[in-house]
């Protein structure tokens, strides 16, 4: 009997140790994360460029915005008729396409007169925070380094290296420069380049006219 | 015999059963939190939603418990290790930061923690209390505000996936003894 109650004693004072409960709450709240894409590209100036051919000199050196390496006989080297300036803002990773809309320009006198495209070149620059050969590339320029000639659209202009956090950024990080130039047989070692021959020397001669062509550009989220 | 075997069975039962105190959490404001991110600057500094949600405490001992004090932890629901999007897009629960406040100047006295990261279980302390005067806490008297960061302590979140992510995370309140 005595053996009994102490076991009794040790069973009760063992589950009140181990069982007793000390209560919690718990509440669950749902957290969204809502990622709207932000892809945006701004032409801030110089959307319309046009060289203007008066002299057998233009003829002979071309027009350039950047004559003090294109010999041009533009007398401004960074004359801002023309160069064209971008900025892009993205949320995410992105490219930019761009090229003419047509295989050549076209006369606007006579749509017959046609004007090869790679009469007319540009270079790249990077005015921003993301730079060429780090963040951003640009293979029709090599990085920027070289004159590419105009090309038929779609051609890839810019794109990241890969690395997801490369190219997405403000306006502050991606703002670009081209500078454009006409007849003036830059050849380097761009994938396009432009036509050799000055216009003054091509045979045929172009025929005098207005040449156009739009020169689209489409940003796309990678 | 047998009768003192049932008496011995029914003081193990009353024992399993014993609970040392009443803990509640209540959401008074904030059942559910959505972070917008609409603009670049949105991505580039991130996202604050200042007190959006509201708990109010419960808590008290049951004689002959007595309590020291409670505390409340927070950490991502069920076993989640990612804020899942869609497509199989995923921010790492870190990307959000958790932050614990007294909500209506009856907490003083109190160690609240700052903004804490969002993690797997077991979680982080967001506030801790060991004042008398905080217990027993009631809801009406004694309320927390939580405020939650979004793409700001741990990187940005420029050049995440475009998705719609969801995460539940999991508030706990915890009595001291």
Redo the contacts between chains.
């Keep these: 009997m005595k053996n ?1 109650f102490l076991i ?1 004693i040790g ?2 004072a063992i ?2 140790t181990s ?20 892809l945006r590209m701004s032409i801030t100036d110089g959307g319309n460029i046009e060289f203007t051919f008066n002299s057998i000199e233009d003829y002979r050196s071309g027009l350039s915005g950047d004559a003090g390496t294109s010999g041009s006989s533009n007398p401004a080297t960074s004359d801002p008729m023309y160069v064209s300036n971008f900025i892009i ?5 992105w490219e930019l396409s761009y090229g003419s809309e047509q295989a050549t320009f076209i006369g606007t006198d006579n749509p017959a007169n046609i004007l090869t495209l790679d009469n007319v070149g540009f270079t790249l620059v990077s005015n921003g925070v993301h730079t060429f050969g780090t963040e951003l590339t640009s293979a029709p320029t090599i990085d920027g380094t070289e004159v590419s000639a105009l090309e038929q659209f779609p051609v890839v202009l810019i794109t990241d290296n890969g690395n ?8 502050l990080d991606n703002d670009f420069t081209i500078i454009w130039r006409a007849g003036t047989a830059e050849v380097g070692a761009a994938p396009a380049t432009m036509n050799p021959v000055v216009l003054l020397e091509q045979n045929p001669s172009p025929i005098p006219d207005r040449y156009v062509t739009s020169v689209l550009f489409e940003l796309a ?1 990678l | 015999m047998s009768n ?1 075997l049932f008496l ?1 069975l029914f ?2 039962y009353g ?11 209540t ?1 008074i404001i ?12 949105n ?2 500094n991130g996202i604050r939603i200042d007190e959006g ?1 509201t ?1 109010g405490i ?1 808590m008290s001992a049951i004689a002959p ?1 007595v309590l020291t004090g409670w505390h409340i932890d927070v950490q991502a ?1 069920s076993g989640a290790t990612s ?1 899942d ?1 869609d497509g199989g897009a995923i ?1 790492p629960l870190n ?2 930061q958790i932050e614990a406040s007294d909500a209506n100047g009856n907490l003083s006295g109190a160690t609240f923690n700052g903004l804490q990261d969002l993690g797997i279980a077991p979680g982080v302390t967001l506030m801790s209390t060991i004042d008398p005067t905080h217990l027993p806490a009631d809801p009406n008297t004694h309320q927390i505000n ?1 405020s ?1 960061e ?1 793409g700001i302590a741990n990187g940005s ?19 001291d ?1």
Excluded at chain 1, 19 to 36: E, S, W
Excluded at chain 1, 89 to 93: D, I
Excluded at chain 2, 15 to 25: E, F, Y
Excluded at chain 2, 162 to 171: F, G, L, P, Q, R
């Design positions: 009994f009794s069973l009760i589950t009140t069982h007793g409960q000390a209560v919690r709450d718990r509440n669950v709240i749902p957290l969204a994360v809502n990622l709207n894409q932000v803002a993205s949320s995410t990773r997801p956090l490369s190219s997405a950024g403000d306006v989220a | 003192r011995l003081l193990c024992n399993l059963r014993a609970q040392d105190n009443v803990a509640r959490l959401t904030g059942s559910h939190i959505e972070f917008n991110f609409n603009s670049i600057d991505y580039t949600t708990l419960t418990f629901f804020i999007g921010l990307t959000i939580l939650y979004c979140l420029l050049g995440a996936v475009s998705s719609y992510y969801t995460v539940n995370i999991e508030v706990i309140l915890i009595p003894f």
